[in-house]
């Protein structure tokens, strides 16, 4: 069983920045990828990042691609999700994810969600 705890949340004007945060906990070794996911009111959830544990190789949603840096922290077991210029667009509800089957869009632990509000 994983645990993914996020944080960082909030309510910011267009053009702002936030930061993201998801610990995770379980067993070692499972975990090889973490994910960033998004939900919009209305809208099906929809991939936003992906990081590989090992390595370190990322992949991006177009909509944020140049804007959004996915990054962790291995020692932590931190992964984070930094929001730049953000836009009205990306208000949504935001989850972290992982997977011990990094690259095949599997996630089977999730995290509860964090608020991203972004004003116009």
């Known amino acids: 069983q994983v645990l993914l705890d996020e944080s960082g949340g909030g309510l910011v004007q267009a053009g702002d920045s936030l930061t993201l945060s998801c610990e995770f906990s379980?067993?070692?070794?499972?975990?090889?990828?973490m994910g960033w996911f998004r939900q919009a009111p209305g809208k099906e959830r929809e991939f936003v990042a992906t990081?590989?544990?090992?390595?370190?190789?990322?992949y991006y949603a177009d909509s944020v691609k140049g804007r959004f840096t996915i990054s962790r922290d291995r020692a932590k077991n931190t992964v984070t999700l930094q929001m730049n210029t953000l836009k009205p667009e990306d208000t949504a509800v935001y989850y972290c994810?992982?997977?011990?089957?990094w690259g095949t869009g599997r996630y089977d632990y999730w995290g509860q969600g964090t608020q991203v509000t972004v004003s116009s």
């Open positions: 994810a992982a997977t011990g089957a």
């Open positions: 990081i590989g544990w090992s390595g370190g190789t990322t």
């Open positions: 379980g067993p070692r070794g499972y975990v090889n990828g």
